[in-house]
C-alpha cells in the first residue's frame, strides 16, 4: 500500500543501514562513509524487478548455468538474523549477535 510504514534499522561494529529511507553508512579508513545509492526506484517497480532477479537467478542455476548464490550456510546466517529481528521485536530490546 502506498501508506505503509516499515523500517529496519542495523547498527554494526563498522557500520549503519536503514530501511526507508535506505541509508547505509560504513567505517572507511576512520571516517563514516554514506553508501547508499543517489537514485532508488520507486518501492513497486524495486520489489518487481528484485522478485523477477531472483526467478532469473533460479531457472539459470536449474539449468546449470552456474551455482546457486546462496550457500545452505549463509541460508543459516541469515535465519539467524531474521529470528534475532523477531526476538528483538517480541523483548523490545536489541539481541547482540555474535
Given at each position: 500500500m502506498e501508506d505503509d510504514v516499515y523500517y529496519c534499522n542495523i547498527f554494526g561494529t563498522e557500520g549503519t543501514s536503514s530501511l526507508n529511507p535506505l541509508r547505509i553508512n560504513k567505517e572507511l579508513h576512520g571516517n563514516l562513509v554514506n553508501l547508499a545509492p543517489t537514485k532508488i526506484d520507486p518501492p513497486q517497480r524495486l520489489?518487481?524487478?528484485?522478485?523477477?532477479?531472483?526467478?532469473?537467478?533460479?531457472?539459470?542455476?536449474?539449468?546449470?548455468?552456474?551455482?546457486?548464490?546462496?550457500?545452505?550456510?549463509?541460508?543459516?546466517?541469515?535465519?539467524?538474523?531474521?529470528?534475532?529481528?523477531?526476538?528483538?521485536?517480541?523483548?523490545?530490546?536489541?539481541?547482540?549477535?555474535?
Open positions: 520489489f518487481k524487478r528484485l522478485y523477477e532477479n531472483e526467478l532469473k537467478h533460479f531457472l539459470v542455476a536449474v539449468k546449470g548455468v552456474h551455482r546457486v548464490i546462496s550457500t545452505a550456510d549463509e541460508a543459516v546466517q541469515r535465519m539467524t538474523i531474521v529470528d534475532a529481528f523477531y526476538k528483538s521485536v517480541c523483548s523490545g530490546r536489541e539481541v547482540l549477535l555474535s
